[in-house]
Structure formats: C-alpha cells, structure tokens
C-alpha cells in the first residue's frame, strides 16, 4: 500500500526542499554492486481473467519439505522478497520459496482496472500456490499490500487454511482503517495530501502515455524509509518503484480504502502466524501490526525499532529467521511449553 | 529462609557488587518483583571469597563504592577486604534488598523458553520462571589451578589465596607462594615476616608503583558525613585522575615511559640487590598487565628468608617443589596466588538461549562478546553484568557495573513502552559494536605492550577490557538503543498440533 506515486510528487510539495536534498545527497554516492537474484526457476500462471503472472520458483524443487509463497506490496515487485529467499534456501535447501509479481507489476501482465483489487489478488494468490505446491504444506507470507493479499485469500478461501496453508506471515501490513493512517503527517496535510492524489494520479497516466516517465524520488524515501536508513537499500527501492507504471498505481489506489479484512482473520485463527514491522513505519503504522496481532491469538509479533515499512529490506537477516521459525512452527508437530503468562 | 517464588520479573544471579546495585537500583525504578540468588551463605562475592591477608581494593574506596551509597567511615585510601565486604552488607541492609536475597541459591541451569518468552530457571533450591534474567556473576570467581604434575602428592596444606584456608597456623612455616599477581602482591608481605622460608615462583615479573596509601582520620571522615559534597569532590578527583592516567594504557607512549620510569625507581630503591632487581624486571610494556601498587612487596622479597624463583616449576612432590632447574625447594605448605579461571566462566555453560545452544558454546564460535558489554544475540532477555570487555586497567568497576545496570532499568522501561515481553539484540548490531570495539583495542597497550595476560584469549583477542574512558561506556549505556533489537510479544495460545 505504498501510495508512494503519487505521494512521492505531493510529499516533496508539503515536505520542502529538505527530502529533495536527501535524496539527491543519497543519488550522489557510488552505487555498490547489487547482489546477483537468486538462482531461480521462472514460469508464468494464467489467472481466471487470463493476465501471466511472472512466477519464480527456488530451491527444492520436486520433493520440496514446504513451499513458501511471498507476496510483495503497492508499486513494489517480487525482487524485493530476494534477501529472505537467499537466506531460507540457504538454510532449508529442502523448502521451496516463490515469488510472484502481482498482475500490473513487476514482469506480470497487465490488468483491468476493475481487477485491480486487493480481492483479485487474493484469487490470484490462490492460483499460485496451486500451480506451485499442488500438494505440501503451504507458509504464506505477505508484505504490506501482499499482506492484506493473505488476508484477502483468507476471506475467498478461509477452507485453504484448514487444508493446505499451514502458517502466515504479515510483514508491515494492515487489516484495515487505512483511511485513519496519516504518513506521519499533521491530519490536515495528510487528507489534502490523499485527495490530490487520484488527481496527481490520473496525470501521471496521461503524462505516461505521451513518453513521459513517473517522477519518483524523495516523497517515495521519505514515504518507506526513515530517516538515516541504509542509502543502498532506499536506492534499491527507489529502482523498483520506477520500474512500476503510473498506470498500475493509479489503478490500485483505490483499493486500499475499502480494504476491510478483520473478520476474515477468523480464517487464520488455527494456523501459526507472524506479525512484523517496524514502528516508523508511516504507511502502515504499528497500532495496524498490534490489531493483527491481537485479532490472531496464535500471532507472534516482533516490532523493529527505528525501521521504516521496508521492515524486511531494513532487518533482513532477522526478518528471513522469522519465516525460518515459522515455517518450524507450522510444519513440525514438535511439543511447545505454554504460551501462556504465568504470574 | 523464606520459599523461592515461582515466577518473578527479575532474576539476578549472584550478590557482588553487581548483583546487590541491581536489586537497589531497579526497587529504586519501581520494580520489586526481584529476587537475588547467591550460592553462598553470604552476600560480597569477591569480597566475601577472598580473606587472604592483606586483600584490599587498589582503586581508592571513595570512587570504589557505589555512587547512591557513599561511605564516609572508608579507614583508608585503600580499604581492607572486611572493611568492603561490610560496606555491601550494610548496603543490603539499608537498601532493603535482604527481603529479595535467597542465599545458599544456586543457579545450576537457566533455559530460554521462546514461546513462553521467559527463562527457567533451574537452582539447588528449586525451580522458578524469570522474565529477565540479570547475571552478576562476576568475572573473577572461580579460582584457577595450575596444572602441576604431582600436586596432588603434596603431603601439606595445600590452598588458593581466594579460598585461604586459616585452619592452616603459617607462623614458622616453610611456604611456596605460586604466582605473583595482584592477590600474591598483597598477602607475600604478610606472610613473609612469620614464614621460616617463602619460595616464591614468579612466571612473568608485575610492574609495581607505589602505593599512595593512607588512614582517614576521625576528623576527615566527620567532614565527610557533615559534608557529603566534599566526598563527592573527592570521589571526582581520584575519577579524574584515573581517566587521565588512563592515557598511559592507550596514549601514544609518552605517559606510559613516566610511569615505567617511576616504577624502575620504586624498584631500585626498594631493592638494592641488581641480581634480584634483574629478576623482578618485566620485559614488556607497562600496563600490558595488570599494574599493582605496593609498598611492601619489594620490600618483602628483599629479606634473607625469601627465594624468587623464575625458572618455572618442573614437579611437586610430597615435601618439596622442584624448579625447572631441578633444584628442590622443600616446603611445608603451598598458596596458590594463581588467579582466576577467566575464561569459560561457569555460568556459561548454564545458559541455554533460544537455539538451544549455551553462552559457552555461543562463545566458542564468535569468542566471548555481548552488545555494550551486557546483551547477547540468541539470548533474549539476558543481561551479563561486568559481560565482555567491561573491566577495566585503570579505574572502578563499580563504576561499569552502575552503568550497565541503568541500561537494564532502561532495557525493562523499553518492554513496557512497546508493550513486549521478550527483547534479543540483533546480530549485526552486536557484531559491529564488537569490531569497534576491538579495533579500538588494537592500538593500546594491553593488545601490543609484548606480554600474555588474562585479558586476551588464546586467540589473542582482548575480550575483557574496555578500551577507553569510563564515561564513554556510561554516556552510551545510558540510553538504550532500541534500534539494535528486535522485540517480540509471543502467542498467545499456541497452535493445537
Ligand atoms: C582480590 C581482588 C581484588 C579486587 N580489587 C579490585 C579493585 O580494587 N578495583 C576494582 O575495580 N575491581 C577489583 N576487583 C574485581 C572485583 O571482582 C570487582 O570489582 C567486583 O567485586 C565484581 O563484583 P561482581 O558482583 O560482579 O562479582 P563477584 O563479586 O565475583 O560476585 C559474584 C557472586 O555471584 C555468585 N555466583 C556465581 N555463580 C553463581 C551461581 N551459579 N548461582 C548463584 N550465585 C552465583 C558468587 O558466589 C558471588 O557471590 C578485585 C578482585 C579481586 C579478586
């Protein structure tokens, strides 16, 4: 749910020259050589509505122990799930790890702009954990958008969590009230701030269409990362969100407002799951991560002070043995104390 | 004495300096839901194991007490041993942590539950559960044997300074002293007056300066209860020196060859004999270890009825030590002045973390370090008082320990305010807080002064001193760095499996 497009234009309005400086500081710096993509097997699955969904497929890949599905957020690609595939593989050579591009990102299809839903995603998401793990344990996992993806999928198919899907990740997302979320902002500049986007959006796709790039910049920083993050990880995001067209995010914008999944959390309440996020995190803000984690009474919630929404880029290494000991909550029957407080 | 709780908030492990400031301190924050375990029948530690004669502090008591309990009755610059550990129990008494302390408690095993986000804890008086575990261990508690063929044919008494055995009438006896460390500096003098002979085996020569000792006054200690800002001046004053004498140990050089240069004169004054002075000469730079203050050592050894021996100890048999040269000293009764087991202390090997491996083995593979000297990766909610590279060359501990436990005050304060119960310091962050560390401790004289010592590890790496001024370690311990962990609030049910 990065409204980062369009937010990235009006933020540097609001925000002044100081987040320009940032980032043009943060441009100026030798770019170190980013790490190879892990060696993956690449495929595509057809949705009900015929758009290819680029698919990459890692480690194990027949007998696999597991299969893990991520799913990346609002104007982001799967790329962004690479450090924690690196390091599951790395660890669990006999898991198979897959990530996806959401229709209209990454190098998946287009889509309609009806389809354009966090709902559809969630259809999407079905299909590709049939694809890829027709049978096995399945571990879910999402970020920010993808997160609410998981939840989605659970409102379509809640009787996937009692067969297939044994364990969920939420990595800083949202069960709802997105509405209320200000990016840190005084309330009133936040709400001219969403109402000029849609505005701001529908010009960038005209701007599109006669050649002209998306401006992305340091409303996008400012937006994901706080401040004083690690310069190669904000550059990183900033590449994938340029990759991303005006098109795709003025399509799923509105769809973060009527994202109201609470109720379909019922669907998780067996399953083991984890909640993740940083507390400076202005899109998906903490009491979000907290609601999830009290509305899923078999959530873990592990918050990352000082650390923005790109929780999994910015604690990598702590993030990827979060899903490494979910994946050994959810797939081994071993006996575990009480979880319960004693005094 | 009354029961162990089943569950409490805080467990402190050990009833030293550390253990006793960390039950003042967090009743002082509010939190009194605490117990001390101490394995022994009293409180002390150090000061209560160590009853050798002559042990005394050799950091001025004013600045070696803790900062809320200033003590105007110190007898001397350089208290005594029974004096300090009267000092602590008086602190107990009147800080009221006696209501917490349960002694003759100790910790055999202390295990991370990760879903219950707590440890448990396993004593010789049973079990208990501890949100966070405090360990006040210490670092130089348990005595280190030298591994001497035929020791154990000695037909005498035979004992460890900081378990001195006084059944043992010394008086007219022929004693091997073995080792010449800090605890052998200060108890060869007393004994050497009423010993027949004292063959003292010295491996590496200490560098010895003086020793500005002297008795407070009835009027001095009266200005000080009347006036405790003057003590408090005092307390700063020797703080101020110390740091200033610090430079020696990592300055550039200059501070370091006075201080060579004062020692040698102490040395060529209190030993005439070149033969012996040549012996008693260390061949490495000052500091490299633990410098010692004294007044009467050289004096000691100088006397006819004193033998320094430094061709190293070959055997032991039952009535004599026999030398590398093979000469044999026949003696009645050997004290082993030979230090503590620094490394792999015990409690180590009792803390299992959250993947099932203990701090010992944790150690093994990285060599001991823990996050600003108090926090571990893997081991969450575990807080190691005097931890890695916390001691110190030149001043105060009490002052580190009084530093690491605000940080553990801070650490709780954090859980609250995110409403967690279970915080880890993350790996990269203790990592980088180490190589820092270590490369700050490159340049001193403790890591290049040309000398072995129980600072470094077989690997040479320095995990036991920190490397710069004391207020540096506390200015950044007073804060606590959320941003280096992770914090957590586990299941609360767990999954049916
Ligand atoms: C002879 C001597 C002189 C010293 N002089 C100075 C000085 O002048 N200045 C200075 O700064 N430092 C000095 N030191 C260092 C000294 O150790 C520290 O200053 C300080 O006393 C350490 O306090 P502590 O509470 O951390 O550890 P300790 O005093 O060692 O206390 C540890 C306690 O933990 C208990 N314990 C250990 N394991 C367990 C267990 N498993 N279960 C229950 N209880 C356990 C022990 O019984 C002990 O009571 C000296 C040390 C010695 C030995």
């Not at chain 1, 892990?38 to 027949?62: I, Q």
């Not at chain 2, 402190?12 to 400031?21: A, E, R, T, Y």
């Not at chain 2, 394995?39 to 001025?60: F, I, K, L, Q």
């Amino acid at each position: 749910m990065n409204k980062t497009k369009a937010l990235g234009l009006t933020a540097a309005v609001v925000g002044g020259a100081v987040l320009v400086r940032r980032a043009t500081a943060a441009a100026a710096l030798p770019v170190p050589a980013p790490l190879p993509p892990p060696v993956s097997r690449d495929r595509t699955v057809r949705t009900e509505d015929g758009v290819e969904l680029s698919v990459h497929e890692h480690g194990e890949k027949d007998s696999a122990s597991a299969t893990v599905v991520l799913a990346h957020g609002y104007v982001q690609s799967s790329r962004l799930w690479n450090g924690q595939v690196r390091d599951l593989v790395d660890a669990r050579p006999d898991l198979r790890v897959v990530t996806y591009d959401h229709r209209g990102h990454g190098r998946s299809g287009r889509t309609e702009r009806h389809r354009a839903t966090i709902q559809q995603l969630g259809r999407d998401l079905a299909r590709v954990v049939e694809a890829v793990a027709p049978t096995g344990p399945v571990v879910v996992g999402g970020h920010s958008m993808g997160g609410m993806t998981v939840m989605a999928l659970a409102e379509e198919h809640p009787e996937l969590f009692a067969e297939r899907i044994v364990g969920a990740a939420f990595v800083g997302t949202s069960a709802g009230e997105l509405a209320d979320v200000t990016y840190g902002l005084p309330a009133p500049v936040a709400k001219a701030v969403k109402a000029l986007m849609p505005r701001l959006n529908e010009a960038a796709v005209k701007a599109e269409a006669k050649g002209k790039a998306r401006k992305v910049g340091a409303g996008d920083a400012w937006m994901t990362f706080p401040r004083g993050a690690d310069k190669a990880l904000v550059r990183e995001v900033l590449d994938v969100h340029r990759d991303c067209s005006a098109e795709t995010v003025a399509a799923f914008l509105p769809t973060f407002s009527d994202h109201d999944r609470r109720t379909a959390l019922a669907a998780l309440a067996h399953v083991p799951t984890v909640v993740v996020v940083g507390d400076r995190d202005v899109l998906c803000p903490l009491p979000h991560s907290r609601a999830l984690a009290d509305a899923l009474p078999t959530s873990e919630l592990t918050v990352f002070p000082g650390v923005g929404h790109m929780v999994h880029l910015e604690r990598r290494a702590e993030v990827s043995r979060i899903l490494l000991s979910l994946v050994d909550r959810a797939t081994t029957g071993a006996p575990r104390s009480l979880a319960t407080a004693p005094g | 004495m009354t029961d162990l709780p089943d569950h409490v908030r805080v467990a402190v492990i050990g009833s030293g300096f550390s253990g006793i400031g960390t039950a003042v301190r967090l009743a002082q924050a509010g939190e009194h839901d605490v117990v001390v375990l101490e394995r022994a029948g009293s409180v002390g530690g150090t000061w209560r194991d160590n009853t050798y004669p002559g042990c005394a502090c050799d950091v001025p008591s004013h600045l070696y007490s803790f900062s809320f309990a200033p003590n105007p009755d110190w007898s001397r610059a350089f208290s005594r041993q029974p004096e300090i550990r009267a000092y602590l129990e008086r602190v107990c008494d009147d800080f009221g942590v006696r209501s917490q302390l349960h002694l003759d408690t100790e910790l055999l095993a202390g295990t991370w539950d990760d879903a219950a986000a707590l440890w448990r804890l396993e004593t010789s008086r049973g079990p208990l559960t501890a949100d966070l575990l405090v360990s006040g261990c210490g670092g130089l508690v348990e005595p280190a044997y030298p591994d001497l063929p035929g020791l154990e044919t000695f037909a005498g008494p035979v004992f460890h300074s900081a378990r001195w055995d006084h059944d043992v009438d010394l008086a007219g006896k022929r004693i091997a002293v073995i080792g010449t460390g800090a605890s052998a500096i200060q108890f060869v003098p007393e004994l050497q007056p009423e010993a027949d002979r004292l063959v003292l085996f010295q491996r590496t020569p200490p560098w010895v300066l003086p020793r500005m000792d002297r008795e407070y006054g009835q009027k001095q200690k009266d200005l000080f209860r009347e006036h405790p800002a003057l003590q408090r001046v005092a307390r700063t004053g020797q703080y101020w020196f110390r740091e200033w004498n610090l430079l020696a140990f990592t300055g550039k050089g200059g501070l370091r060859r006075k201080a060579e240069q004062e020692a040698r004169k102490h040395l060529e004054r209190q030993v005439p004999d070149p033969e012996l002075r040549e012996r008693l000469t260390p061949d490495y730079a000052i500091g490299c270890k633990r410098v010692l203050i004294s007044n009467d050592y050289y004096p000691a050894v100088s006397q006819d009825n004193v033998d320094v021996v430094t061709s190293g100890i070959a055997e032991v048999r039952p009535h004599a030590v026999v030398d590398a040269d093979g000469v044999e000293h026949e003696v009645d009764v050997i004290v082993l002045g030979t230090g503590f087991r620094v490394m792999d202390i015990p409690v180590a090997h009792r803390l299992t973390g959250r993947e099932g491996r203990t701090l010992s083995e944790e150690w093994q593979q990285t060599g001991a370090a823990a996050h600003r000297g108090t926090t571990v990766a893997g081991f969450p909610n575990l807080f190691l008082l005097l931890g890695p590279n916390t001691a110190l060359g030149h001043s105060s501990v009490v002052f580190m320990i009084e530093a690491q436990i605000a940080y553990v005050v801070k650490a709780l304060e954090a859980l609250e305010e995110y409403d967690a119960r279970a915080l880890e310091v993350r790996r990269e962050a203790q990592d980088a807080y180490d190589a820092q560390l270590q490369a700050q401790l490159e340049t001193t004289v403790w890591n290049s002064g040309g000398c072995r010592s129980w600072y470094r590890d077989e690997d040479g790496r320095n995990f036991t001193l920190w490397p710069t001024h004391t207020y540096t370690f506390k200015r950044q311990l007073s804060r606590f760095d959320a941003e280096a962990y992770a914090l957590r609030t586990p299941a609360r049910v767990q999954e049916p499996v």
